[in-house]
């Protein structure tokens, strides 16, 4: 898998995530860390690659001794070394004082005692021994009372550093006794970027509208943007084409459905619903096809209401795409897409009970025309 393969060794080879990595970074430089810190955002947008590269960077040998030595500077980029046999026991997942732990399996109050009773003993090898819980939302009650004391006044020699996709389930109490990093979720511009390296990287020929596309299909995570670039690789080898990604990820390209939006403004409803059974029988997932939709119409009201508001979605879109937004926008009023918007919105609940997949999408052609 790509995202294994190509998962961070360093804090430079994260992306969309620079906030926080500079806190971090200039908490290392000045040997000030946390005993504590919780991770929380969006799955697939780095938690965990923060975390073990913290984990090295507190161990690295090469980094301590640059710490130490006094002579670093505000603004100085330091990494892990990833040459030490500490680092080298980190890229390879088997240093031994980094203890992972899903929460999601092990969320019971044994589990924190046993965890409890271990951060007494000292580290095997590394200067600290860095415990990492993730999903750590899914603790019990009763967990999370028991992880309390521990967890602010843990021995010198421990780090937590707690991860959760849902942070709002985590207790304030916990949460008061950690630093508290959010993660974004990842601009489709940054993802694009990364293939492109990912494909120059293993020899892989594919057009960047394909790339933007995989982007996309991510919804703001790079772990499921290189997962569904792994699993277009072994569909197709080393030559990716923009069909390929709308028939292996059930995805449709922008210009489709712009088009689809043109017949919507030239009231041609026959038209309209042809793009729709076309969309269909290519392979398109229609709750895919449905997001495309909606998200046209957002950026179209967008472009009507506050033209140079498009300028902060320029890491969204290309900028032809934003072209082409900016020209449709003249052919709707603000009300029309309001409708469009609510009309297809209402479209989505009923597409995973609709016997006919493509019958919610064509209910809302014909009601949104109907009402021009």
């Known amino acids: 898998m790509l995202y294994r393969k190509y998962r961070p060794k360093k804090f430079s080879e994260l992306i969309g995530q620079e906030h926080l990595i500079k806190t971090l970074q200039g908490a290392l430089m000045v040997n000030q860390v946390a005993h504590a810190y919780l991770f929380a955002g969006p799955r697939g947008t780095g938690k965990t690659s923060v975390a073990r590269i913290l984990a090295k960077a507190v161990n690295c040998v090469d980094y301590q001794l640059e710490v130490e030595s006094g002579r670093l500077k505000v603004g100085d980029s330091l990494e892990p070394c990833n040459k030490c046999h500490i680092c080298s026991d ?13 929460a999601a399996s092990n969320r019971g109050i044994d589990e924190i005692r046993n965890l409890k009773e271990s951060v007494n003993f000292a580290p095997n090898i590394c200067k600290y021994k860095v415990y990492l819980i993730d999903e750590v939302h899914m603790l019990t009650k ?39 990093f959010r993660f974004k979720h990842i601009l489709n511009s940054l993802m694009v970027q990364r293939l492109i390296t990912i494909a120059k990287s293993e020899n892989i020929k594919v057009p960047e509208e394909a790339l933007n596309l995989i982007a996309q299909s991510g919804n703001g995570s790079m772990r499921d943007a290189e997962s569904n670039f792994s699993k277009l690789v072994s569909f197709t080898g080393q030559n990716v084409s923009l069909s390929d990604v709308q028939e292996v990820l059930g ?46 119409f957002r950026m179209l009201l967008i472009a009507k209401m506050s033209p140079a508001s498009l300028v902060a979605y320029k890491n969204e879109l290309p900028g032809e795409h934003m072209q082409l937004i900016a020209n449709y926008a003249v052919n709707f009023d603000p009300m029309s897409i309001t409708k469009a918007l609510r009309i297809f919105l209402n479209a989505g609940q009923y597409l995973r009970t609709s016997p006919i997949p493509q019958l919610p999408l064509e209910l809302a052609v014909v009601e949104f025309l109907d009402s021009q």
């Open 142 to 180: 009763e967990a999370f009372n028991a992880l309390l004391k521990t967890l602010e006044e843990p021995p010198a020699h421990v780090i937590f550093i707690l991860a959760t996709t849902d942070s709002e389930k985590v207790p304030d109490t916990i949460k008061s006794r950690t630093q508290f």
């Open 90 to 102: 980190f890229n390879h997942g088997s240093a031994i004082d980094l203890i992972e732990i899903d």
């Open 251 to 296: 995805l449709v390209p922008f210009n489709f459905v712009a088009e689809f939006i043109a017949c919507l403004s030239a009231k041609k409803k026959n038209e309209a619903i042809k793009y729709i059974n076309h969309a269909y029988e290519s392979g398109v997932e229609m709750d895919q096809f449905l997001k495309s939709i909606t998200d046209f």
